[in-house]
């Protein structure tokens, strides 16, 4: 009987040896000491640690970020030039500011547009390119369009208005006609998203899917208990001719940065192998552990 | 085979059971853990593409900008062996630590324990355990500041001779509507009123202010001056540049004030107790030291870096890495300029 278990024990044994134990990451001189006060001495492993705690998150998706960067945007010389641009218009607003960069721990004039003027000079053409690159599901969620789009105040001003449109009036003279005064759909050609949350979701879907330009064929009427009515024309809903407006436009929406990044980790299969950082992001922001489906899945649901 | 099974059905089963439960509880406790990883024999943070970012590399990148908490963890050893811990500063540094531990748990969030974490982190406490470290380090710092002031009060007090440092009373009464009293709050009202006249605005305070935790104090709020504001006193704007504008022993009339979180309107009188600052420096209420304290730091640029070096004259300090020393340098001489 004893010989017997012996093997199922040895196995579990074998099988606990595999429970991994925490792995927090460390510098190569982590016993080096850095200062000693009295008899107090502060290492650079402590450092670190403190470092990485209270910087560490955001740190790492910097440095992640730079990577990313320099794969798909490298840095041109119209890039360095842009850079020196937007300093010198800080130099130009701000005598003091070579000192000030220099407080804040940079080296020098040129340490601070490589660190920090340049990498955003490169995230605004990430910004540009992740429109291009990820048009499939920017497409699907923001079903972009340029349209021109009138409100209405009833439903009979607004079939006054198709009839308009569709008898060939200018889309401005209908709203001059018909249209709301205090709208802000007066007929000029704007790009339509999801994100314009006052037209009807009807209209949005519609629009992006029709099938060629002109008078969008019904009134679109919104499904509340004040209801506003809308025509509209659309001018084009083909991506990849309206990419640079769409990334103008939604490029800013603050989702957006968030959605790009994401994009660009899970590209590049972003790991992270520092328990304390893992834990952080798992609370914080799962959506960066692309590589861990299933707290990206939280993160969405989170949203 | 079959008759081994047979004859050793039970073990067998009890085998099966032991392993099914060790491999689900190694399956569970792996759950959520890092692999680690190393590169050229360094240990990886993470990674992307070909690229590694290593721990090395998130150092030195920090470390360009460590100059806060190079300061902080100067400041932390030079406090905790310059001051000695005393009962009352023990148990000043348990109550901050259970008022903070409360905001954490009534938030209920790990997030904003973690931001909590990240903070402590930035002072120089490596986890959120440390909380009471840091609290008593915060206690024995503003003793360290207090006695240094005390100290040098004669070269300080210039600091705030244009700052109209004072202290100063108030009393509050309550009124349904402050524009139409009723009979009863204007007898009220005419009561304290004479009060003031014919005893005094303390003990009128101490005999009708509707407000609990200065009419125990005989009506003291507390020091103010030129750089109070509503939200660090929690005193109205409009009461405070009252007790700015009156002189001493003078009593402002009444002024309506509206609660910004009930929106309830009272009626104030606030009266300037004390303006010489010899006087207001002796003051032995609590409350008047730490505002009195916080003032002439807030004053003097740089003071709070001074202090700590005054006490660091009594420890040896040796810098091993000598950048470490050029950014602490730095640091507290933005301190020092008050750009820090």
Same mark, same amino acid.
């Given at each position: 009987m004893?010989?017997?278990?012996? @093997?199922?024990?040895?196995l579990?044994?074998l099988?606990?040896?595999?429970?991994?134990?925490?792995?927090t990451t460390?510098?190569t001189?982590?016993s080096?000491?850095?200062?000693?006060?009295?008899?107090?001495?502060?290492t650079?492993g402590?450092?670190y640690?403190?470092?990485?705690?209270?910087?560490g998150p955001?740190?790492?998706?910097?440095?992640a970020q730079?990577?990313i960067y320099d794969?798909?945007v490298?840095?041109?010389?119209? @890039?360095?030039?842009e850079?020196?641009d937007?300093?010198k218009?800080i130099?130009?607003?701000?005598?003091?500011?070579?000192?000030?960069?220099?407080?804040?721990?940079?080296?020098d004039k040129?340490?601070?547009?490589d660190?920090v @003027?340049l990498p955003?000079?490169?995230a605004?053409?990430?910004m540009k390119k992740?429109?291009?690159?990820?048009a499939?599901?920017?497409?699907?969620?923001?079903?972009?369009?340029?349209?021109?789009v009138?409100?209405c105040?009833t439903?009979?001003?607004a079939?006054?208005?198709?009839?308009?449109l569709k008898d060939?009036?200018?889309?401005?003279?209908?709203?001059?006609?018909?249209?709301?005064?205090?709208?802000?759909?007066t007929?000029s050609?704007?790009?339509?998203?999801?994100?314009?949350?006052?037209l009807?979701t009807?209209?949005?879907?519609a629009?992006?899917?029709a099938s060629e330009?002109?008078?969008?064929?019904?009134?679109y009427?919104?499904?509340?208990?004040n209801?506003?009515?809308y025509?509209?024309?659309?001018?084009s809903?083909?991506?990849?001719e309206?990419?640079?407006r769409?990334a103008?436009?939604?490029?800013s929406?603050?989702s957006?940065?968030k959605?790009?990044?994401?994009?660009?980790l899970?590209?590049?299969?972003?790991?992270v192998?520092?328990q304390?950082?893992?834990?952080?992001y798992?609370?914080?922001?799962?959506?960066y552990?692309?590589t861990?489906?299933?707290?990206m899945?939280?993160a969405k649901?989170?949203d | 085979?079959?008759?081994?099974i /047979?004859?050793?059905?039970f073990?067998i089963?009890?085998a099966?059971?032991?392993i099914?439960?060790?491999?689900y509880?190694?399956?569970?406790?792996?759950?959520? /853990?890092v692999d680690?990883?190393k590169a050229?024999?360094?240990d990886?943070v993470?990674?992307l593409?070909?690229?590694?970012i290593?721990a090395?590399?998130?150092?030195?990148?920090?470390?360009?900008?460590?100059?806060?908490?190079?300061y902080?963890?100067?400041?932390?050893a030079?406090?905790e062996?310059?001051?000695?811990t005393?009962?009352?500063?023990?148990e000043?540094?348990?109550?901050?630590?259970?008022?903070?531990r409360?905001n954490?748990?009534?938030?209920?969030?790990?997030?904003?324990r973690?931001?909590?974490?990240?903070?402590?982190?930035?002072y120089?406490?490596?986890?959120?355990?440390?909380?009471?470290d840091?609290?008593?380090?915060?206690?024995?710092?503003?003793?360290?500041?207090?006695?240094?002031?005390?100290?040098?009060f004669e070269e300080?007090?210039?600091s705030l001779?244009?700052a109209?440092?004072?202290?100063?009373?108030i009393?509050k009464?309550?009124?349904?509507?402050?524009q139409?009293l009723?009979d009863?709050?204007?007898? /009220?009202r005419?009561?304290?009123?004479?009060a003031?006249?014919?005893?005094?605005?303390a003990?009128?305070a101490?005999?009708f202010?509707?407000?609990a935790?200065t009419a125990?104090?005989?009506g003291?709020?507390?020091y103010?001056?030129?750089?109070?504001?509503?939200?660090?006193t929690?005193l109205d704007?409009n009461?405070?540049a009252?007790?700015?504008?009156?002189?001493?022993?003078?009593?402002?009339?009444w002024?309506?004030?509206?609660?910004?979180?009930?929106?309830?309107i009272?009626?104030? /009188?606030?009266?300037?107790?004390?303006?010489?600052l010899?006087?207001?420096?002796?003051?032995?209420?609590?409350?008047?030291?730490?505002?009195?304290?916080f003032?002439?730091?807030?004053?003097k640029?740089?003071?709070?870096a001074?202090?700590?070096e005054?006490a660091?004259?009594?420890l040896?300090?040796?810098?091993e890495d000598q950048?470490?020393?050029e950014k602490?340098d730095?640091y507290?001489?933005?301190?020092?300029?008050g750009?820090?």
């Amino acid at each position: 009987m004893k010989k017997s278990l012996a @093997m199922p024990l040895m196995l579990s044994a074998l099988l606990l040896s595999g429970c991994s134990s925490e792995h927090t990451t460390s510098i190569t001189d982590a016993s080096e000491k850095v200062m000693t006060i009295g008899d107090v001495s502060v290492t650079k492993g402590q450092e670190y640690d403190l470092l990485k705690t209270s910087n560490g998150p955001v740190q790492v998706i910097t440095m992640a970020q730079n990577v990313i960067y320099d794969k798909e945007v490298p840095v041109n010389e119209e @890039m360095k030039k842009e850079a020196e641009d937007q300093f010198k218009l800080i130099a130009e607003n701000n005598e003091k500011v070579v000192d000030q960069i220099v407080n804040l721990g940079y080296k020098d004039k040129q340490d601070y547009i490589d660190k920090v @003027m340049l990498p955003g000079v490169q995230a605004q053409a990430l910004m540009k390119k992740y429109f291009v690159d990820d048009a499939e599901t920017i497409e699907l969620q923001y079903k972009p369009s340029i349209a021109q789009v009138i409100q209405c105040d009833t439903k009979e001003n607004a079939d006054q208005a198709l009839q308009a449109l569709k008898d060939g009036k200018s889309a401005q003279e209908v709203a001059e006609q018909y249209g709301l005064d205090s709208s802000s759909y007066t007929g000029s050609e704007e790009l339509v998203t999801t994100n314009d949350s006052a037209l009807p979701t009807r209209l949005i879907n519609a629009l992006n899917s029709a099938s060629e330009a002109g008078v969008m064929p019904e009134v679109y009427e919104t499904e509340d208990s004040n209801p506003s009515y809308y025509v509209a024309v659309l001018v084009s809903n083909d991506y990849d001719e309206n990419v640079d407006r769409i990334a103008d436009t939604l490029g800013s929406d603050s989702s957006m940065s968030k959605s790009c990044l994401v994009y660009y980790l899970t590209k590049y299969d972003f790991e992270v192998y520092d328990q304390e950082l893992f834990d952080y992001y798992k609370q914080n922001t799962p959506e960066y552990l692309v590589t861990h489906p299933d707290l990206m899945e939280t993160a969405k649901e989170t949203d | 085979m079959s008759d081994l099974i /047979k004859d050793n059905w039970f073990v067998i089963l009890i085998a099966v059971i032991i392993i099914a439960f060790v491999g689900y509880f190694v399956y569970d406790s792996n759950t959520g /853990k890092v692999d680690s990883k190393k590169a050229d024999g360094k240990d990886v943070v993470a990674s992307l593409a070909d690229s590694n970012i290593t721990a090395d590399a998130l150092f030195e990148n920090f470390s360009q900008f460590d100059g806060a908490l190079l300061y902080n963890l100067y400041r932390n050893a030079v406090v905790e062996q310059s001051v000695e811990t005393t009962k009352e500063m023990e148990e000043q540094a348990k109550s901050m630590e259970k008022t903070i531990r409360s905001n954490v748990s009534s938030q209920n969030s790990s997030t904003y324990r973690d931001a909590i974490t990240q903070e402590l982190a930035s002072y120089g406490y490596g986890s959120y355990d440390d909380l009471y470290d840091y609290a008593l380090m915060t206690v024995k710092q503003r003793s360290l500041n207090q006695e240094y002031v005390d100290a040098h009060f004669e070269e300080l007090k210039d600091s705030l001779k244009d700052a109209k440092p004072r202290i100063v009373s108030i009393i509050k009464m309550e009124a349904a509507d402050p524009q139409n009293l009723t009979d009863e709050e204007t007898k /009220k009202r005419d009561s304290i009123d004479k009060a003031i006249e014919s005893d005094s605005f303390a003990q009128a305070a101490t005999a009708f202010s509707d407000d609990a935790a200065t009419a125990a104090k005989d009506g003291l709020f507390g020091y103010i001056d030129s750089s109070s504001s509503a939200s660090s006193t929690g005193l109205d704007q409009n009461l405070l540049a009252k007790g700015l504008e009156l002189n001493k022993g003078e009593t402002s009339d009444w002024i309506e004030v509206k609660n910004s979180q009930t929106g309830v309107i009272s009626l104030y /009188k606030i009266h300037v107790d004390e303006t010489d600052l010899e006087k207001i420096h002796q003051n032995k209420d609590e409350d008047v030291k730490k505002s009195l304290l916080f003032s002439i730091l807030n004053a003097k640029a740089g003071l709070e870096a001074d202090i700590l070096e005054n006490a660091a004259k009594d420890l040896k300090i040796e810098f091993e890495d000598q950048d470490a020393k050029e950014k602490l340098d730095r640091y507290i001489e933005q301190l020092k300029g008050g750009n820090a």
